[in-house]
């Protein structure tokens, strides 16, 4: 197999819409940008659990930073750390912090950057070399060290002992509302020079069906869209972003084979259903109509754009294999039942949950979706007692074996595959390890879905990577008032 992942996202960012991108040689400093995000962000903390961690990172990345970056061609550069160099067997990794300071004037030193990458969860010794250098040692090869802690998970963030968080990012925190309202101000010490706009104001959770209505954005910069409500401005002259179908929709069923331990309150599902169920599913229809063709259907948890080796996974969707297999299971009146949960306040997920419940009914399988506050978190899955949950997973990473780890610790997977996947250094192994994942049918993908975003014709330079993450380093404002020389 070709290594083809890198040149794959290279060619395939040409195709991401960036009719609002707007060039410009000549920025403004000033003005306040305001954002209209649809999801509710409840921590800032970016190695917080938060019911829906791709809003959050788009908050947390403008106050915390990482050691390396990886930009919309998937390409990695210096961050936080200037430069870093591994060992011959890239086991021990020496990272050399360029000069910063967090927002309260105090400088970033290898002790800070150690205890955050340490409390984040990276599972090897990180320590101090010296006042500048961040040694991390790990008992196997990382081939993709600097990739993982580009990671939003793996921003350096100071914690006070009054639990205030500090960051080294182009804004500050000045007023935080969970869950309704962030207001940041600009970093005038910022490392790498200060970011044009005064302000960012975030209004989480916002209708936007007046602005729809009257297809103008008003005060607001920029608006998260779900894709039912791009038809709304089907036809207009407006400014859209999409990204590449990048977040996941997959079922995942909770409890374990009937050989293993379930937890209480929940029944294991016979393996003959589960794959059943994966056979059922219409993914064509649910790309096609529901998410109007700003989506691919799955076979995999990766999308093809960024592995290249997609279309090696089965289609499923053989309805007769499906009936038989159910007949085979025994599977009949309410002890037939599945329940499937699916996050409340993503309509999109909503809508893909209806259509299951259609396509197994087809088959011999009654599928009972309800809407749940909780699904995307691990401590609110452990309370659910849902047979199965329909998540949506960010797409974290454009390094393929980063973004595949992260895909298994958001399933729940990283116990049985996680080192594997960090250690994994060609496309063949991580080929094989997604194989794995797959096989039991625990796990079953869905579709790969765009993230949208209406943007206001005076906001500049406002780029998305193909991730559906948001990169507004060089962002300014039209007609904001000059606040620099």
Request: hydrophobic share 40%.
């Amino acid at each position: 197999m070709k290594p083809l992942c890198l040149r794959l996202v290279a060619t395939s960012c040409c195709l991401v819409m960036v009719a609002g991108s707007h060039a410009s040689s000549r920025p403004r400093y000033g003005g306040m940008v305001r954002i209209l995000l649809h999801d509710r962000v409840n921590t800032i903390d970016p190695a917080a659990e938060d019911d829906h961690p791709a809003a959050r990172d788009r908050l947390a990345g403008l106050l915390f930073e990482t050691l390396a970056v990886i930009d919309d061609q998937g390409r990695l550069h210096p961050g936080l750390a200037s430069s870093w160099s591994p060992d011959s067997g890239k086991r021990t990794w020496l990272f050399r912090l360029r000069l910063a300071k967090f927002s309260d004037g105090s400088p970033l030193t290898a002790a800070d950057a150690a205890s955050s990458l340490t409390r984040a969860g990276l599972p090897w010794k990180c320590t101090a070399a010296d006042l500048q250098t961040v040694s991390i040692e790990a008992p196997a090869p990382v081939p993709h060290l600097p990739e993982l802690l580009a990671l939003a998970k793996f921003a350096i963030v100071k914690r006070q002992s009054d639990g205030t968080l500090l960051g080294t990012g182009p804004y500050k925190l000045s007023e935080w509302r969970p869950g309704e309202r962030a207001l940041l101000i600009v970093n005038e010490d910022h490392w790498e020079g200060r970011a044009f706009p005064d302000a960012i104001e975030v209004q989480m959770g916002g209708s936007l069906r007046e602005r729809l209505l009257e297809r103008q954005l008003g005060p607001y910069a920029a608006a998260e869209l779900t894709l039912d409500q791009l038809r709304s401005l089907d036809g207009a002259n407006q400014d859209i972003l999409v990204s590449h179908p990048a977040d996941l929709l997959v079922i995942l069923f909770l409890q374990p084979d009937a050989a293993s331990t379930g937890r209480a309150g929940r029944r294991p599902v016979d393996p003959r259903v589960r794959e059943a169920l994966a056979n059922a599913l219409d993914r064509a229809t649910i790309s096609n109509a529901l998410l109007q063709r700003k989506s691919s259907a799955a076979s995999g948890l990766l999308p093809q754009w960024l592995t290249g080796y997609e279309f090696l996974f089965p289609s499923l969707s053989d309805r007769a294999r499906a009936r038989k297999l159910v007949t085979d299971a025994g599977l009949g009146g309410q002890s037939g039942s599945l329940a499937l949960a699916y996050d409340f306040s993503d309509p999109v997920a909503k809508l893909v949950a209806e259509r299951i419940v259609v396509d197994c009914g087809q088959v011999g399988i009654t599928v009972r979706a309800y809407g749940d506050a909780h699904v995307n978190t691990r401590s609110g899955q452990a309370s659910l007692t849902a047979d199965a949950i329909l998540l949506r997973l960010p797409l974290r990473s454009l390094e393929p074996s980063v973004a595949l780890s992260s895909r298994s610790v958001d399933l729940g997977l990283d116990g049985q595959y996680g080192s594997a996947l960090l250690t994994a250094g060609r496309p063949e192994d991580l080929y094989e390890i997604e194989r794995k994942m797959l096989e039991n049918f625990r796990v079953v993908p869905v579709a790969h879905v765009s993230q949208a975003l209406w943007l206001n014709g005076n906001a500049h330079n406002w780029q998305q990577l193909p991730t559906g993450a948001w990169n507004l380093d060089q962002l300014w404002l039209e007609g904001a008032r000059p606040s620099v020389p």
